[in-house]
């Protein structure tokens, strides 16, 4: 079991035109709508791949009940905690290429008494779980330090968490020490405060965590893949995608590999590659859609660890 946990999550609409122009008219060619949030494309993509998961997320609003229909509609086992404001929509704009632009909603203020509702049932889910997983922005009225609390109170029950986040609330969740944190090339050179413009820096950014008490730093790094790290290890998985269509939830695809991965006895590198595989899959598919056992057919991952690491650092693109 994998809970996940999703403070703010969304109706992910994903629309695609031909072409984005500013200021003009758009015709669609096709649109599709998706339960959305990190923690909430977490646990799609281990249900989609057979796993055992439970979301746990903010419901209200007339978007709340439409969330919870589709989340129903995927099998996705979910536990609502119902909240005064709406859930939010979020809009993808899709071009041909792949290109995306995104329109992100701030989402509902939370109380004091639903924060604490939402840490409450997640811990009440997790109870022998073998990860818990807290993703995404925080909403309005969500206090900064929700993660690091979270990251807190699950170590103090002796289970495992990991945290992928951005900003404040995930510099504070780091300072608690999860077990795993997932940050994206952005999110890790504004975690340690200075450029990463290369393979060889990200992978000292993220063994100077490795050193400061992290178990696991995975970097997803977009099309040049991903880098893991551990005390033991350092490793570098990369799939080439020929036809991407979105990259909505590619990094949530890739967390929920690699957990899948870690969870059933993989070694980190070896469930980095499951990782990258499910990543590069969910880049093949429209708008927030996650991959299923068929679409990971032609993904080819490839790994490669230290010390032959050296030939594939260089400029990031």
């Known amino acids: 079991m994998i809970v996940t946990l ?17 200021g003009e008219v758009h015709r669609a060619t096709s649109s599709r709508i998706d339960p959305g949030g990190k923690g909430v494309n977490v646990s799609r993509a281990l249900a989609a791949q057979g796993g055992s998961t439970t979301a746990v997320l903010p419901s209200g609003g007339p978007e709340g009940h439409l969330l919870e229909e589709l989340l129903d509609a995927a099998g996705v086992s979910y536990a609502s905690v119902p909240v005064r ?13 792949g ?11 939370l109380s004091p008494d639903e924060v604490e509702a939402l840490v409450a049932t997640t811990l009440e889910r997790a109870e022998g779980a073998q990860w818990v997983v807290g993703c995404g922005s925080l909403p309005p009225g969500a206090p900064t330090d929700l993660y690091a609390v979270l990251v807190r109170r699950v170590r103090e029950r002796g289970g495992r968490i990991a945290i992928d986040s951005s900003g ?11 077990h795993l944190i997932k940050p994206n090339h952005e999110e890790l050179a504004e975690l340690v405060e200075h450029d990463l413009p290369t393979l060889g820096h990200v992978r000292d950014a993220a063994r100077e965590l490795v050193t400061a008490g992290i178990d ?29 269509q979105s990259t909505v939830g590619a990094g949530d695809c890739m967390l929920a590999g690699l957990l899948h991965g ?16 499910w ?5 093949t598919l429209p708008g927030s859609r996650v991959p299923s056992p068929d679409d990971l057919d032609g993904i080819r991952a490839e790994l490669t660890r230290e010390p032959d690491l050296d030939r594939v650092i260089g400029v990031l693109t």
Do not use: Q, W, Y
Request: glycine share 8%; proline share 9%.
């Open 6 to 22: 999703t403070p703010n999550p969304s109706i992910d609409r994903a629309v695609l035109i031909d072409a984005l122009r500013r």
């Open 85 to 97: 404001g709406s859930v939010r929509m979020n809009i993808s704009v899709l071009e041909p290429d």
């Open 99 to 109: 290109t995306t632009t995104k329109l992100n909603e701030p989402g509902p203020d």
């Open 168 to 178: 404040a609330p995930f510099a504070a969740a780091v300072a608690a020490r999860p």
């Open 216 to 244: 696991v730093v995975a970097v997803s790094l977009g099309g040049d893949g991903a880098l893991l790290v551990t005390a033991d290890e350092c490793a570098h998985a990369r799939a080439t995608i020929t036809a991407p």
């Open 262 to 277: 870690l969870s059933t006895g993989l070694a980190p590198a070896d469930a980095l590659m499951t990782g990258v595989t």
């Open 279 to 283: 990543g590069a899959a969910a880049v």
